[in-house]
């Protein structure tokens, strides 16, 4: 049973556009999300976190956006760039203490110049 | 300030054999977390140790096994390996501590183990 779900193996978006990857989850104890970039031959690389007691968290051209209700995040990425090209895992974990990170499949994001 | 790292990069073994992977934490992380990622797949999570003691397990068979040491550096040792271990290995650190909220996780290249 997949706690954590990226229903889109891959997303093309054109340089300057926005990008925007979703993730669900089911376990509602979750309250600790965090997001990834990984590039080949290369250990995912932490891009921006959001705890459940807020809707928005932004950081430069990354925003992560929270639907509680819904169990529902997504990442914005304003304006995409063609580095920005890469695998993102969407991760989850819950918010006491040291607990292991539960992450989604993955989505495949390529940038087009 | 020195990142996580991972040893070795690249490992070949044959069925049956034993592998250990090594991990040095980033400077003052007291936890180091495991994942094993396949091919296609997001990390999964084998263990994690928080100073000295194997604080949390995933859903992998007792032949994974694990060490931290006073330094928070870390090993993962597979004994028996199968051709289903062949995987990237990933080591994550992170500072936790009693009554911390969860800490971001941040991890190193990863070791890619090729069972035969």
């Known amino acids: 049973d997949q706690q954590v779900k990226q229903n889109s193996p891959s997303l093309s978006v054109q340089e300057g556009r926005i990008s925007i990857l979703n993730c669900d989850y089911t376990n509602s104890m979750f309250d600790y999300f965090l997001w990834y970039k990984k590039y080949p031959a290369e250990g995912p690389t932490f891009l921006i976190s959001?705890?459940?007691?807020?809707d928005k968290n932004e950081d430069g051209r990354f925003t992560v956006f929270l639907n509680k209700s819904a169990k529902h995040l997504s990442l914005h990425i304003v304006p995409s760039q063609p580095g920005d090209s890469a695998v993102y895992f969407c991760?989850?974990?819950?918010?006491?203490?040291?607990?292991?990170?539960?992450f989604g499949k993955g989505t495949r994001l390529s940038v087009i110049a | 300030e020195t990142g996580v790292t991972q040893s070795p990069t690249h490992l070949i073994k044959t069925r049956g054999q034993q592998v250990t992977l090594r991990c040095s934490s980033q400077s003052g992380h007291n936890t180091v977390s495991w994942y094993q990622q396949a091919l296609g797949q997001g990390p999964q999570f084998i263990f994690q140790?928080?100073?000295?003691?194997?604080?949390g397990r995933g859903n992998f068979p007792p032949r994974f096994s694990g060490l931290q040491f006073p330094n928070y550096s870390s090993e993962l040792n597979v004994n028996a390996l199968e051709l289903d271990d062949s995987a990237l290995y990933l080591c994550a650190s992170s500072l936790g501590g009693s009554g911390r909220a969860q800490n971001t996780q941040y991890f190193g290249p990863g070791t890619r183990l090729t069972v035969l």
């Open positions: 140790y928080y100073r000295e003691e194997e604080n």
């Open positions: 991760a989850a974990s819950l918010n006491s203490g040291n607990t292991p990170l539960v």
């Open positions: 959001i705890s459940s007691i807020k």
